[in-house]
């Protein structure tokens, strides 16, 4: 079973202390190093399993790092704490950028993560509630978070606590007719302590999003169904933290993080085929090298 780090815990404290009272570039700085450190390990991790998610990973590796490093009112060391801030990662199958992050967070001693889709381990391909601290729902079928989040940011309401939603999805899974649904309800409901962050790299399994079932203008639909929209470069950490302020309008907010899939890595940066292939084993050393170190 997995418990949390406590060393790694303090650290990341620490390391969140120093972000908060950093000037802004040495934020940026900060946060870039630790997205690096994030990458490196979604490399390591997927070339050891022979499986997994690379493209949609790097992709949504800044928008986690900007979450957590950042802006979650969260306590790695009591992940069920009643007021804390919610985080769903809805394209589930990213499930490596998450296990990174949570490990790197406390949640549970990164040396795990060199079990990641092993035989018998808690780090599934998909993360799974009952295996993992800190994940709050399993996800996999895509179109799933939204609502769930919708579930949770009401109940918050109902309850009178004050912690926020925040759920990350792929902008492939946009074309699921459950988080239009789910769009609908959080509008009616006025549901402004909930996030919807959308990984716009444009590539979904197999094709680009727009040749398969075209999003655009995907600012304006979002409006039309009662959100906040915010469109920001999801590369760029400080823009991402000032798009997850809370809502000014008192409508769910939307942010369509511009990324790139692959990012980092310049042979796999939108390339359709890095969906889910492996790198070799020359491949993964020219990767961490592109990459280069964390400090």
């Not at 390391?15 to 450190?37: H, I, K, S, W």
């Not at 997994?52 to 992709?59: A, F, I, M, R, Y």
């Not at 035989?119 to 993360?127: E, K, Q, V, W």
């Not at 969906?275 to 400090?295: F, I, N, S, Y």
């Amino acid at each position: 079973m997995l418990v949390a780090d406590e060393i790694q815990v303090a650290e990341w404290r620490a390391f969140r202390e120093r972000v908060a009272g950093a000037a802004p570039d040495e934020r940026a700085a900060l946060l870039r190093q630790n997205a690096t450190r994030i990458r490196r390990s979604i490399i390591e991790m997927i070339s050891t399993a022979r499986q997994g998610h690379v493209g949609g990973d790097l992709s949504v590796t800044d928008i986690l790092t900007a979450l957590y490093g950042a802006v979650l009112r969260i306590d790695p060391a009591d992940p069920h704490r009643r007021d804390r801030d919610r985080l769903i990662l809805s394209k589930g199958h990213c499930a490596a950028a998450l296990y990174s992050t949570l490990a790197f967070a406390g949640y549970f001693p990164p040396s795990a993560l060199g079990r990641f889709m092993g035989p018998f381990s808690p780090l599934n391909g998909h993360p799974n509630r009952t295996k993992v601290p800190g994940v709050e729902t399993n996800t996999g079928p895509l179109g799933h978070g939204l609502p769930v989040a919708v579930g949770e940011a009401k109940g918050a309401k109902i309850l009178g606590l004050g912690y926020r939603v925040f759920v990350v999805l792929g902008d492939g899974e946009m074309q699921e007719g459950s988080n239009w649904e789910a769009l609908m309800s959080a509008s009616h409901h006025r549901l402004d302590n909930l996030t919807a962050v959308i990984d716009r790299n444009r590539l979904q399994q197999g094709a680009r999003t727009e040749e398969t079932n075209g999003l655009d203008p995907l600012d304006q639909r979002l409006a039309a169904f009662g959100c906040e929209v915010r469109s920001v470069d999801g590369h760029d950490h400080l823009q991402l933290v000032s798009a997850f302020t809370p809502s000014t309008t008192g409508r769910p907010v939307a942010v369509i993080a511009n990324t790139i899939k692959g990012k980092g890595v310049s042979f796999m940066e939108d390339r359709v085929e890095w969906h889910h292939k492996v790198p070799d084993p020359d491949q993964v050393t020219a990767a961490l090298a592109e990459l280069g170190e964390t400090a």
